[in-house]
Nanobody, 121 residues
């Protein structure tokens, strides 16, 4: 059974860089044509896809966040990392990591429990 666990600071100040880590267990992030996605949900709003890193290390970003986002991985630790720079209060959200497959990138079959991030001074 694949499990995903997000971790990172719950509070970030405006203009700082948010950094979150997704630790995956039960499967390798470099195998089986899987993509490892970052998704967020601001309070009272729907889910927003931020970006993903593929099994081969290729990265993909939402056009609206492209200039502010970086996704990387540490294969030795089976972890993916999201960095979002110059955050504002509008970046306050629950952040999730989720898995999808090359055959259907928009179908997320495993999710982390999510981590609340608040941007406030």
């Amino acid at each position: 059974q694949v499990q995903l666990q997000e971790s990172g600071p719950g509070l970030v100040k405006p203009s700082q860089t948010l950094s979150l880590t997704c630790t995956v267990s039960g499967g390798s992030i470099t195998n089986n044509l899987h993509y490892w996605n970052w998704i967020r949900q601001p309070p009272g709003k729907g889910l927003e896809w931020i970006g993903a890193i593929a099994y081969n290390g290729n990265t993909y970003y939402s056009p609206s966040l492209l200039s502010l986002t970086s996704i990387s991985r540490d294969s030795s630790k089976n972890q993916c990392t999201l960095q979002l720079s110059s955050v504002t209060p509008e970046d306050t959200a629950v952040y999730y990591c989720a898995r999808s497959h090359w055959s259907n990138l928009e179908k997320f079959d495993f999710w982390g429990q999510g981590t609340q991030v608040t941007v406030s001074s």
